[in-house]
């Protein structure tokens, strides 16, 4: 049989380019909320196999007459949940189960059968050794975790969430506060005042500790993820330094629920430009 090579080869060339066109066009399709092909894979505690990790990156005093601290957050803050056994690379399983548990407080269908706070004061709990536990396994499996690669894609990551908060006939939305490349202050004051928790995307997890003394703060700044992580913010606090009547400095941090077995609470300073990648207000209803 005679064939035409140079026929044959026009209509491969042809469709080639129609095939890449038409799954050009798919991607496109897939509901996004970036263009981004970062991942969130840093875990510690339970079986992990990664350590902690704690490295210190600078160390200032900041001498002063006086300070003020304006804090501003959520009511009775939000959950300290720290990982679990078996879930490999889950920080984004974590971080979805504290805002969860924060507003459970709020619809109690969304973890059956369990109260997430003490009722004499309204301060939540930490993990308990049932309910928390199969919080974190649903999520991580809504999530994808480790399907396509290490870690939790971001998308994937609120993509679970709001699956799961739809599952419980509630639901989720998220507003989008990154700002250039940072977290939008005044949108995360505001979604503080609304008592609304922040789920944040951190390249890296360098955190502060402001360590008191008279007349004088140290501030120790640490990298205590070098791997992408995720976190839920729920507090700004700021420090203002004064010598005299003088305002010569003023410092703002997001506190947050780090989703770590160790120091499970950290600062995270909101002006920086090296850490966010992305930063959500996270509403339930």
Known sequence: MKINVRKSLCWFVIFGILLNVVCIFNVGLKPSFAETSDRYSATYGGDAPTPYEYTEISNETVNYTRREVVPVGLVNNAPLYT???????GCGAVAGAIIVGFYDKYYEELIPNYTTYLSFNGKYKGNDATYIPKLMRELYTLMRT?????????????NGLKAYVQGKNRSLEYEDIKNSNKVDYNSFKRA?????????????TVVYNVIKSTNSDRIVGAVITSTAHIVVGYELYEVKYYNGDNLFRTDRY??????????????LKIDATDWCNGAYTVTVK
Not at 83 to 89: E, K, Q, V, Y
Not at 192 to 204: A, G, Q, R, T, Y
Not at 254 to 267: D, F, H, K, M
Request: charged share 25%; aromatic share 4%; glycine share 6%.
């Open 146 to 158: 480790n399907v396509d690669d290490i870690g939790v894609s971001r998308d994937d990551c609120l």
């Open 192 to 204: 503080m005042n609304e008592n609304k928790p922040v789920l944040l995307f951190c390249d890296k």
């Open 254 to 267: 997001i506190r947050v629920a780090t989703g770590l077995s160790t120091n499970s609470e950290y600062l």
């Open 83 to 89: 990982p679990i056994s078996g879930l490999d690379n």
